[in-house]
């Protein structure tokens, strides 16, 4: 059966960092975490990945983030694994899928696999192993009342139960979330985005 992988970022933040684009001196967006889903053509969950990553630059988390996400510095600190080692492995479970995120967290991604690689990291796997596609535009277009909804509260602004047990701004229900509003569109017979395609399943 097909396949194809949502995701979703969180990265480190302050307050106002979304106005200024990041622009204050040493705000980089640096992954915390990194969730994503594996679905197959019926919208059903194939497989999860979710990790935790240790910031290089900021490596305390700011209490803005922290209360944001519920990630706490102390799990940071345990369970996060190094930025290059996240980054391959994320990037090798989007190998040969259409890899699709509310948002342009590909860019994120994208930063974070640079300044990996400009420190002298090795970042296994790579981006032209996979098709990552935006879906805010379409899926705003098709359903306008989701225009202002951030990721974790697509499934409340469609008015579709609760997809797991969890909160917004943690990376995986973030996905759930996404899952279900794609599910939903899709019920309704809205065709999924241009650049969209999927790929044989991994254990096929």
């Not at 996400?69 to 190094?82: E, Y």
């Not at 989701?146 to 797991?164: C, K």
Request: proline share 6%; glycine share 8%.
């Amino acid at each position: 059966m097909s396949t194809f992988v949502v995701f979703d970022l969180e990265f480190t933040s302050w307050p106002k960092a979304l106005e200024q684009d990041w622009g204050a001196p040493g705000q980089l967006r640096e992954i915390v975490q990194i969730g994503a889903l594996r679905l197959n053509d019926d919208h059903c969950v194939v497989e999860e990945y979710e990790t935790l990553v240790r910031p290089t630059v900021n490596g305390r988390l700011s209490p803005y983030f922290t209360e944001l996400t519920g990630i706490s510095q102390r799990a940071v600190d345990r369970d996060g694994v190094p930025a290059a080692e996240a980054l391959g492995e994320f990037l090798g479970f989007c190998r040969d899928q259409s890899v699709l995120s509310y948002g342009n967290d590909m860019v994120v991604l994208g930063e974070n696999v640079g300044w990996a690689r400009a420190r002298g990291e090795q970042v296994k796997n790579g981006f032209l192993d996979a098709a990552f596609v935006n879906v805010r535009p379409w899926l705003n277009a098709v359903a306008p009342t989701t225009a202002r909804a951030n990721v974790g509260r697509l499934w409340s602004t469609l008015g579709l139960p609760e997809p797991r047990t969890g909160q917004e701004h943690s990376a995986l229900f973030d996905c759930y979330s996404l899952a279900a509003a794609l599910d939903h569109l899709s019920e309704r017979g809205t065709p999924l985005p241009e650049g969209y395609r999927t790929a044989p399943s991994p254990s096929d």
